[in-house]
């Protein structure tokens, strides 16, 4: 035996489980294209469910249901035939959920990363039984003996009529020759820049909210949950409908998950964050020692008004960011300007401070003109958080109320001040 082989050195002949992940974050990846597909308005869809009856079961706007299968293979092996033990298994699946939910499915797809077999019309080419099924609709048409066959081993495990397999297969849709195995992550990425219209993005930034969409397509998938219910259905009144109806919600994918998953990826790879983040809900409220502090600067009553005005307009958007996106990220995007206002001010301050006279205003007008170029600047992400300059006048006018920023030499504001 040669001793310099070794587990590590060597694949195994027999350990297929990297293929395996390789097919299941396919269909992941897959399900991702799919969930984009609720950002476009004339998709009509809903809600995506993840393994939940179908690898991905779409709900449309108008309450019907779409069943998607993912069936992957190697390239060398060809197209996919009807007579196939994959498509024969899609097939009866489509079957069996219109025999038990009847009039709820729409249509049905077959979606793979290889074509269907279609040389010939005959049993083993699926687009021409589909084709045979739509022409046919509301009847058993004639066909071969290698048909009607494969018809009968659809519908074995069904006690059904042979018109409900034709009418199933009248609404079976096929999505073939998908990207292969390693290029449909990086296309996923490149649909994520066209629907969101983020072509000025990096591609690095792209692939990182794709990465970040497939995950979330997996945890639906594979009940990876973090909600604390989990943990305690046992002293739920009726524990079992309680868990189920958990077990489902985790599976589903709305359009505002959709968005906070893919923002989040955004945001995640380019905003600054410091080591004592402050949640919005902390922040001051009222204007009482900024009115006292810029005065001691010098700052005209006109200037300090409008101050005042801009921080009241960034009070409001901070909290309309936490109902919308939550208080962690609320205080992930205050977090990154905060950094880049306070940044902003302190060069100004250290331009214009003087032992000798009031460099309040000074410094106003160097702060105006620091904040419009970080504003502009795309590196700083100020424009894709939606916020402009007059915002990042108004987190310095917080910064100024929390006394994290002076305008005049500091002095001991009176604690007496309520805010």
Known sequence: MDSTISPVTVLSPTDHGDDMQLRVRYQST?????????????????????????????RKKNGKFHGCQVKT????????????????????????????????????????????????????????????ARSNR?????????????????KAEHKCKLIKVWEVLARVTLQGELPQFNDIECQLAVEIAEVLDARSRRFDELHAAAKALVQLVSDASSLNHDSPLFRYFVFLTKPQDSREAAIIEAKRISRDRLLEVITHAFDG??????????????????????????????????????????????DKLLQEWRYKYGPERAAERYDHLQLLVKEDCFAA?????????????????????NLRATASLPATQVARLGVSHHILLGIAGILTEECSLWWSDEFKVNEEVTQ
């Open 349 to 369: 301050s250290a331009q214009v401070k003087s032992p000798t006279s009031l460099y309040g205003t000074a410094m106003l007008a160097r702060v105006r003109d």
């Open 138 to 154: 509301g009847k058993v048409p004639s066909t071969s003996l290698e048909i009607r066959r494969l018809i009968s081993s659809v």
């Open 30 to 58: 897959y399900g991702a294209f799919v969930t984009l597909g609720m950002l476009l308005d004339d998709a009509d869809i809903d809600a995506v469910y993840c393994e939940h009856h179908e690898d991905v079961l779409i």
């Open 269 to 314: 790879h380019t905003l600054l964050t410091s080591g004592n983040r402050i949640h919005v809900g902390e922040l001051p409220s009222g204007a009482t020692k900024l009115e006292k502090k810029m005065a001691a600067g010098g700052i005209i009553a006109a200037e300090i008004g409008l101050i005042k005005d801009f921080k009241f307009s960034t």
């Open 73 to 132: 293979r190697a390239a060398k092996l060809g197209p996919f035939k009807a007579d196939d033990g994959q498509i024969k298994a899609a097939l009866s699946r489509f079957l069996g959920l219109e025999i038990a939910f009847p009039a709820t499915f729409e249509h049905f797809t077959i979606a793979t990363n290889v074509a269907f077999w279609d040389a010939e019309k005959n049993s083993k080419s699926l687009p021409f039984i589909i084709e045979l």
